[in-house]
Structure formats: structure tokens, C-alpha cells
């Protein structure tokens, strides 16, 4: 995984890079929903650590149906981008900057790819947006 330049924005997308993997890690180290996870609490979005654990509470399975498939053109910060990782799973990250996204992986720690370019150009899946985000995301 690369560290090209993030957005201009007021979040500071650089301290969550390079935090080590661990699968099902919700910090220290992190999965990649956890990552995603641990960014948009701290942005205010109140969302299920875990999304197969059966204890998420109802308000919170309710907030994930609030993400919504949004046209391939026009991602924005915030906005989660979704791979397909292996034939029957997702990898999911955050879009940090134009083109760009945050993620983890199993053997990396965090980092930015682009996912215009290969590999992950062939297998983005699509992108979803929060449709109740706070204001400026």
C-alpha cells in the first residue's frame, strides 16, 4: 500500500495509517471494517463494531440500511468503496481523497491505494454513501 497525498480536508486521514491487521481487530489493530468503524465513530456515526455479531443494537442495524449504492462516478470522503476480496467476500475501505481510499488487509498494516488503478480497478464493486452524514461529509 502506497501514501500518496490525501484531500485537503480538516480530518486528519495520516494518523490511521499505518496500524497494523488483525482480523476481527477493533484497534489497536484492525480489520477493515473495523478501520472503517473506528474512522466514522470519531466522525460521529454510530455503527456495529462487528457486522455478524448478533449484539449490534437495533439503532444500529438500522444506520447501516441508511447506506445507499451511489453512482461509480461521484465518490466522495466518507463514502465506503467495496471490492471483491475473494469469491465470496467483500473488502471494504474509505474514500480518503480523490481516487483514493483508505484500508487494511490481512499481512499489511493500513494504507492508500488507488482504486482506479489494478488491481483494485477490476474488482470494485461500487461505492455507498451514509445518507444521514452530518453536515460537511
Known amino acids: ?5 490525501f ?14 491487521f ?3 481487530g477493533r484497534g489497536p489493530s484492525y480489520d477493515c471494517w473495523g478501520l472503517i468503524w473506528a474512522v466514522l465513530r470519531e466522525v460521529g456515526h454510530d455503527l456495529p463494531s462487528l457486522l455478524d455479531d448478533g449484539v449490534a443494537t437495533g439503532k444500529q442495524k438500522a444506520r ?5 449504492p451511489i453512482p461509480p ?10 471490492f471483491c476480496y475473494t469469491k465470496d467476500t467483500l473488502h471494504l475501505g474509505l ?3 480523490p ?7 490481512g499481512g499489511e498494516g493500513s494504507g492508500v491505494d488507488n482504486f482506479l488503478q489494478q488491481p483494485w480497478r477490476s474488482c470494485l464493486k461500487g461505492f455507498y454513501r451514509f445518507q444521514a452524514a452530518r453536515a460537511g461529509l
Request: charged letters at 20%.
Open 22 to 24: 488483525a482480523p476481527r
Open 64 to 68: 447501516l440500511d441508511q447506506w445507499k
Open 1 to 5: 500500500m502506497n501514501s500518496p497525498p
Open 99 to 105: 481516487g483514493v481510499f483508505l484500508h487494511t488487509a
Open 73 to 82: 462516478g461521484d465518490p466522495k470522503l466518507f463514502d465506503i468503496a467495496a
Open 7 to 20: 484531500s485537503a480536508d480538516s480530518f486528519n486521514w495520516r494518523r490511521w495509517v499505518g496500524l497494523p
Open 95 to 97: 474514500v480518503c481523497g
